[in-house]
């Protein structure tokens, strides 16, 4: 995984494309002085209350949206298994499916298959674990219980 160095901070970042010079707080800085700069009022005044008027205008806008998402995902279906495929999981999503038989790992189900970091060190990890013994096969729903943090010592058997 490439590793840059902030160039105000230089705290290390996983760049999240080829042009990243920031981490986020440097960046969101940088962007603030970029707009008063040209003179730009930002009509947010921060972060949360943009992400609650993206909440409120999705949830009054439910269909519209669910609409573009699914055309979204139709448009780039091919660009969304690539990203699936080979750079999520360390290119091993589809090795654990074809292992766990394209079925839950839990209730044996082949409906909505979630690929799983049994030791949480996914994505969002600082240093994501995607070993292919550390990844499982779940459903939609029992990932969800899982994420939930319920007491079901059967989700945790493979811990």
Not at 101 to 125: A, K, P, Q, W
Request: hydrophobic share 25%; proline share 2%; charged share 35%.
């Amino acid at each position: 995984m490439r590793v840059i160095k902030c160039a105000i901070c230089g705290i290390e970042v996983n760049p999240n494309s080829g042009t990243q010079k920031y981490c986020k707080e440097c960046s969101d800085k940088v962007m603030t002085q970029n707009r008063k700069k040209a003179g730009i009022k930002s009509y947010y005044k921060n972060r949360e209350s943009r992400i609650k008027r993206v909440e409120k205008y999705a949830e009054l806008n439910r269909e519209k949206v669910l609409a573009g998402k699914r055309k979204y995902y139709q448009e780039n279906k091919d660009r969304l298994l690539e990203y699936f495929n080979d750079r999520r999981f360390g290119g091993n999503r589809e090795e654990v499916l074809k292992r766990d038989n394209y079925m839950c790992r839990h209730c044996r189900s082949g409906e909505n298959l979630n690929v799983h970091h049994i030791d949480g060190n996914g994505r969002t990890s600082d240093n994501p674990n995607n070993e292919i013994d550390n990844l499982i096969t779940l459903c939609l729903s029992c990932h969800m219980q899982l994420h939930a943090h319920y007491k079901n010592p059967v989700l945790h058997r493979w811990k």
